[in-house]
């Protein structure tokens, strides 16, 4: 299935990017008969979340919201697409993010620089703009109201500036971008979830992102709805574990500073980071496993980590 809802009015939607099953998420929370979505994926992943409308007996005009955890182009790429199918809605971002919403076009040249034309144009489309008069900016402590049920939007930076995490009171729990990690359904083991820190190749910041998971923590809530992938519960281990984790990778990252290969070397330590916690966790075949389903996130990590490094010499 592509979305599965359960008894909260939460449903979890498989937005497909990438043609990854269960890689990214999007989510849809209903409340008195109106909606609003989290995230939304990119322009190939619109189908999917209006089919999740359908399969809710939904119509169009009952989405209040889009609200958008950060602007990366796997949570925020098909905004515009989207809104133009929801008449009633409008979007919801933090302040950083709203003018890239309404002017798309520095996010294209970012990402295409990055990927190239030919895979930007695949992966992406074309990036249509949300009119301004629809967008809402959301401060720390931004309440979207849900036809009465409140969604607390927290300036979460760390993963991105221009982030914020959603605290839905109502089922004591966040949405959280990528300000939580990852945890992939393919590392779940008898013990749980395996989580992974994710930074981006431009704004990662490890004392902001700890300040982050602290505060998502101090809820002590029920659960965190990750957008790569899914309801995690076990959140104070799974905090435990991110913050552990982002010490470790930034003394790896020092570790590796000066060196002529630092990337190659530091990729290498990354690997050798999250296998090892991962056989540690229960992961059959972690050595060969780890390596193949997170070769992306450590590439991106390392290059976080050296952006990063390299900031700090400024």
Partial sequence: MDSQADDIGITTIDTGFGDRPRFCAAYLVEHAGRAAFIDCGSNDSVPRMLAALDQQGLAREAIDWLVLTHVHLDHAGGAGTLMRALPNARLVVHPRGAPHMVDPSRLVA????????????????????????????APDGHVVDLAGRPLLCADTPGHARHHIAVWDAASRSWFS??????????????????????????????????????????????????????????????????????????????????????????????????????????????????????????????????????????
């Avoid at 990402?111 to 249509?128: I, N």
Wanted: net charge negative; hydrophobic share 45%; with cysteine.
């Fill in 110 to 137: 970012g990402a295409t620089a990055v990927y190239g034309e030919v895979e930007f144009a695949r992966s992406y489309g074309t990036l249509l703009p949300v009119p301004a008069e629809r967008v809402v900016e």
């Fill in 177 to 314: 971008g990528d300000i939580f990690g990852l945890a992939y359904p393919e590392l779940v083991t008898g013990q749980g979830a395996f989580v992974v820190p994710t930074t981006s190749p431009v704004q990662f910041d490890p004392d902001e992102m700890r300040a982050s998971v602290r505060r998502l923590l101090a809820e002590q809530p029920a659960a965190v709805h990750l957008t790569h992938y899914g309801r995690v519960d076990e959140v104070a281990r799974l905090g435990t574990d991110l913050l552990e984790q982002v010490d470790a990778m930034v003394a790896l990252a020092r570790g590796c500073d000066g060196a002529a290969d630092r990337h190659a070397r530091l990729v290498e330590a990354l690997t050798t980071l999250y296998v090892e916690r991962a056989r540690r966790h229960g992961v059959a075949g972690a050595h060969a496993v780890v390596p193949r389903l997170l070769a992306v996130d450590i590439e991106l990590n390392a290059q976080g980590l050296e952006v990063w490094l390299d900031r700090a010499k400024r």
